[in-house]
């Protein structure tokens, strides 16, 4: 009897530790996800993967010439929160990669993706002005929970930029033919003077092509 008693205590112990390990919140930091992005961001680890509250986005940051006369495109992948969808503010708790190309060519959507290669490619700049010369290379955008977006247009002197992973997407959709991984590390300017590190980067998504 004792006997059964001690097994019965033994199997109430063993379910309540069970139930409570179901009960814990799984770690945010945790990539589980085929989609995401993670960087520590001036000094806090963060995470956005696309499950729970967050959605790989596949958009269009656009296209235009640059100082050079040379078209840029932009190719992207983001996460983001699914609520910042509906801010006018933009895509708060986001963020994202993209590869800056230039050319005097006009190329479709199949000929831009052609021009991404796995390799380390370092930084590019993204003209935002007509007046600016764009350069080829890695870009980065986070928004933060503020709404202010921070990129890598900026002096990288240490950082680096590594296309990873660069193959076809299963299930193709519109403009979506590819996935990308990436990993980075370097510096995130606010264009108000303020700058912060991003480091021990990694992202995997879409790939929108144009």
């Known amino acids: ?14 379910a309540a530790v069970v139930f409570a390990g179901c ?8 990539i589980r996800a085929d989609m995401y992005f993670q960087a520590t961001i001036d000094g806090e680890l963060t ?6 509250e967050y959605i790989n986005i596949i958009g269009d940051w656009g296209q235009g010439s640059d100082a050079d006369g040379e078209n840029q495109y932009i190719p992207f992948t983001c996460v983001a929160n699914e609520a ?14 993209g590869i800056i190309l230039t050319t005097t060519d ?6 831009t993706g052609e021009q991404i290669v796995s390799a380390d490619i370092g930084f590019g ?4 002005d007509a007046a600016d010369a764009a350069t080829e290379g890695g870009f980065i955008s986070w ?46 300017y606010n264009g108000s003077g303020g ?13 929108i092509q144009y």
């Open 47 to 52: 995470t956005y993967q696309e499950e729970d």
């Open 125 to 128: 700049l993204r003209s935002f």
């Open 106 to 111: 006009n190329l479709t959507a199949q000929q």
């Open 195 to 207: 700058v912060i590190d991003i480091e021990d980067g990694r992202c995997r998504g879409r790939l």
């Open 84 to 97: 910042a969808l509906t801010q006018a503010g933009g895509n708060a708790r986001s963020g994202a990669i």
């Open 23 to 30: 009960g814990e919140d799984p770690d945010p930091n945790e």
């Open 143 to 188: 928004v933060d929970e503020n709404g202010v977006e921070w990129t890598s247009n900026g002096t990288q002197d240490d950082g680096y930029f590594r296309i990873m992973e660069y193959t076809d997407l299963e299930a193709p959709a519109f403009f979506t033919h590819k996935v990308i991984a990436v990993e980075f590390s370097g510096k995130l």
């Open 1 to 14: 009897m004792r006997t059964i008693i001690k097994y019965y205590h033994l199997l109430c112990l063993l």
